[in-house]
């Protein structure tokens, strides 16, 4: 016998049973992993959709070659566990900014996330095999898969970042065509059809230029509505206002160390000054009725608690002289003694007119889970608020305040009794680095604005500061690093689109039919030759 072969032979032998069977099953494990972690790169910024075919190409053949639905599952889970393990690397950001009490957790960050998210993919990667193999067993997949991400909205406090059909929401006039069909069917609607194309296409001949005539129509219906949507009609005399963001770049080491809050205020002020100047100026240049002026602060802009200072209001007021009104981050202490992040609305004296307590809270960030035995969150976390308000200041055009994360929410980021006729979003991902996490934040942003109909301004600690139309369309912003002030006029709402109307009920609608006919379907009948 050939003597590498013989010892190939022997070291076999040699190796523990439970050994051989481990190492098998972690190979298969890790390149589904992998596969996962190469789905990632669809995520924003890089938005490489191109990849997902192949991604879950590789997840499909791992379900279909399963002994059971066990087996399905663990695929799932390992897929599921390098799609969030690459597509929440940025998480380690934040750990690292607190890594002299937590340095133990920098390498944990994002894997044990990914652990907690990739029951979300190990549940549709069992139940698909419910269907036989083919484009049912794909359909009852995707339909499944986009279930499961719906449900992540349940999980703890909720964590529906980076849904599949956020991957089309480039930057430019290609995003601002993609995302359009997301006004009737939302974004988990597109993760929907994002996934059946995914599973679908490599299938065969027939499946793939199936799939290329779906990309083009929703290419064309897209660049249709983009183009012909039409402006809201205002139903009072309020007028969208200009609005001015002010963006201070504070380091999130020096917001923590608290080392010179003098400095960042006055460099508020100075921003706000700057800003409402440039704003006023522009209102009383611009033809018809005279647009109000508001300014807006990110996300604990201010360095204490803002109801509790009167004089340092007075100073902000002076500041903003010809504004009508501005809304403020800031922490604030309510009646029952918990603390809430907040937004707080002032007027043109100085007077708080109203408080906004953010909803949804950051788990591990904001508030611990109660699971969790070892104290991370600093000071035992937030207190959430109610839920979406309107606000309606004087002589505004009735506004709905967000506050950062809050903003991921589909179907769930307007008080559906008062709509209001623009979005504010406050937001500090100083928390996450110049990396590809305030980036995906950036995307919910867009979406929202699709889905809703409604023009969003962001104000952002260190970027992105920006300003979208109620189609998503960018005009105009403060890239990420950057100190400065951003003054843009807010476009006009449009009509409440198809979503708005209807909210999740729509793509849940789309779930439950596409997995009905997954299992009730027949097979397609070979093509004729």
Not at 264 to 275: A, M
Not at 305 to 316: K, N, Q
Not at 354 to 364: C, E, I, Q, T
Request: charged share 15%.
């Amino acid at each position: 016998m050939n003597a590498p072969i013989a010892d190939t032979l022997s070291s076999r032998a040699r190796r523990p049973r439970f050994l051989q069977r481990l190492l098998p099953k972690a190979g298969v494990f890790l390149k589904l992993a992998a596969s996962g972690a190469v789905a990632a790169l669809a995520f924003p910024p890089a938005h490489l959709v191109f990849v997902l075919p192949f991604a879950f190409l590789m997840l499909m053949r791992a379900i279909n070659g399963a002994r059971d639905m066990r087996q399905a599952a663990w695929a799932g889970f390992a897929f599921g566990l390098g799609l969030h393990t690459a597509g929440l690397y940025w998480l380690t950001n934040a750990i690292l900014i607190r890594a002299s009490e937590f340095w133990w957790f920098v390498p944990l960050a994002a894997p044990g996330c990914a652990v907690i998210l990739a029951p979300f993919a190990a549940v549709p990667a069992a139940l698909s095999r419910l269907a036989p193999r083919g484009w049912r067993r794909g359909a009852l997949f995707a339909g499944v898969w986009t279930l499961c991400d719906m449900g992540r909205a349940f999980l703890f406090s909720g964590f529906t970042w980076n849904p599949l059909g956020s991957d089309w929401a480039f930057h430019g006039f290609l995003g601002d065509v993609m995302i359009q069909p997301a006004a009737w069917i939302g974004v988990d609607g597109l993760t929907l059809l994002t996934v059946l194309l995914a599973v679908l296409m490599p299938l065969g001949r027939r499946e793939a230029l199936l799939g290329v005539v779906v990309l083009f129509l929703w290419g064309a219906v897209g660049a249709w509505r983009f183009e012909t949507v039409a402006s809201g009609v205002k139903t009072d005399e309020r007028v969208s206002p200009i609005v001015v963001l002010a963006q201070g770049n504070v380091a999130e080491k020096d917001k923590i160390g608290r080392a010179d809050v003098r400095t960042v205020f006055e460099r508020y002020l100075r921003l706000t000054s700057e800003g409402v100047k440039a704003a006023v100026a522009e209102a009383a240049s611009a033809q018809g009725p005279a647009r109000p002026v508001v300014y807006v602060w990110p996300e604990t802009a201010f360095p204490g608690v803002l109801e509790e200072e009167p004089v340092a209001r007075s100073m902000v007021a002076r500041a903003a002289t010809g504004a009508a009104a501005g809304m403020i981050g800031s922490l604030r202490q309510a009646s029952d003694g918990h603390w809430r992040n907040s937004v707080i609305a002032l007027d043109d004296s100085g007077a708080v007119k109203g408080a906004y307590d953010k909803a949804r809270l950051v788990p591990f960030g904001e508030y611990q889970p109660a699971f969790i035995p070892l104290q991370i969150v600093p000071g035992g976390g937030m207190t959430p608020g109610p839920g979406p308000v309107t606000w309606r200041l004087p002589g505004l055009a009735s506004v709905g305040p967000l506050v950062c994360y809050e903003v991921i929410f589909s179907g769930h980021v307007v008080d559906r009794r008062h709509r209001p006729d623009w979005l504010v979003n406050v937001t500090n991902d100083a928390w996450y680095g110049d990396s590809a996490g305030p980036r995906q934040h950036l995307a919910a942003v867009r979406m929202r604005a699709v889905e809703e109909g409604l023009p969003v301004a962001r104000a952002a600690n260190t970027g992105v500061s920006i300003v979208y139309d109620a189609r998503g369309h960018d005009m105009g912003r403060l890239e990420w690093g950057r100190e400065g002030v951003l003054v843009r006029a807010v476009p006009p709402a449009l009509p409440p689109p198809f979503f708005a109307r209807f909210g999740q009920e729509i793509p849940l609608v789309f779930c439950v039919l596409t997995i009905v006919v997954a299992v009730f379907g027949r097979r397609l009948p070979p093509i004729s030759r």
